[in-house]
């Protein structure tokens, strides 16, 4: 499997459904409101779900029942919407398989919803941040799907999955990948959301997640804060206390806030300590 063979793959990926493309037009429409994103949101139903569920779980942690799309929407803002589109999206492929990974497409919704949601808790109050974190958030673990068909259609996925299996942290997942694909399922979706014309900050931090110190500066904190989100919230079963330790060494290194960053582990895995 050659990164060329990805490459193709990639560009032959479904074009994005009627749903996305307009939450898309109405979220880049200045004179849009959140009234109208509702009224496309309400036109697919399993967006409506997904939002309606996540509103009303403990992971965002939300004060009050949400019982109307008009208001999950108004407490949730654009950015978020347009990931919980796009999530649907992705689940409506009738080819979905992440077999490979040792997850299926329900997994890798609620992987995805957990990491927002622990983006979103970090950042809270800091707006302009939140509007570049907010969808790499959500999508950053797309390529993976990407990867998932090219090991299935060279059969290949008993192997794969074996040694996915064997991995004890992220940083493992993608020394594998590079071994086995040349290339990393964050680099894939760099592609994947340039191709979809994705603000370059965006795939960028996505791209550079695992190496930000090679990122422009502008970029180079978003990728440190979506490379200790994914460690600590991984798609594979890693260990916690090893998620955690080098989590925290993360954040130490890069000069995040530790203290908010421990009080947000401790509310969403529901700990008294860390």
């Known amino acids: 499997m050659t990164k060329d063979l990805i490459l193709e793959k990639v560009k032959a990926f479904p074009p994005l459904d009627d749903t996305v493309t307009k939450v898309m037009a109405v979220c880049n429409d200045t004179e849009s409101s959140v009234g109208d994103l509702a009224k496309v949101v ?60 040792g997850i299926d497409a329900r997994d890798f919704a609620a992987i995805s919803e957990q990491q927002n949601a622990f983006v979103t808790k970090w950042y809270k109050g800091q707006r302009e941040k939140l509007d570049i974190l907010i969808l790499p958030s959500f999508l950053m673990e797309i390529g993976k799907i990407v990867l998932s068909s090219m090991v299935i259609e060279h059969g290949k996925k008993d192997e794969f999955k074996g040694l996915i299996e064997q991995v004890e942290s992220v940083k493992d997942i993608k020394a594998l ?85 421990v009080e947000v582990v401790k509310e969403h895995f529901q700990l008294e300590t860390v």
């Open 42 to 101: 309400q036109s697919d139903p399993m967006t409506t779900t997904n939002i309606l569920k996540a509103a009303n779980s403990p992971l965002y942690g939300f004060s009050r029942e949400i019982r109307s799309i008009m208001q999950a929407v108004s407490i949730f803002g654009m950015e978020t919407v347009k990931g919980f589109a796009f999530s649907s999206f992705l689940q409506k492929k009738p080819d979905l398989d992440l077999s490979p990974y």
């Open 177 to 261: 990948e590079e071994k086995v694909f040349g290339i990393t399922n964050e680099e894939v979706t760099a592609i994947l959301l340039q191709e979809w014309n994705f603000d370059s900050h965006m795939y960028n931090a996505i791209k550079y997640l695992h190496n930000p110190e090679d990122a422009e500066d502008i970029v180079k904190e978003y990728a440190q804060i979506l490379q200790v989100v994914k460690t600590i919230i991984s798609t594979q079963s890693v260990d916690f206390e090893t998620s955690m330790r080098d989590a925290l060494e993360l954040v130490d290194a890069y000069g995040l806030n530790r203290q908010s960053f």
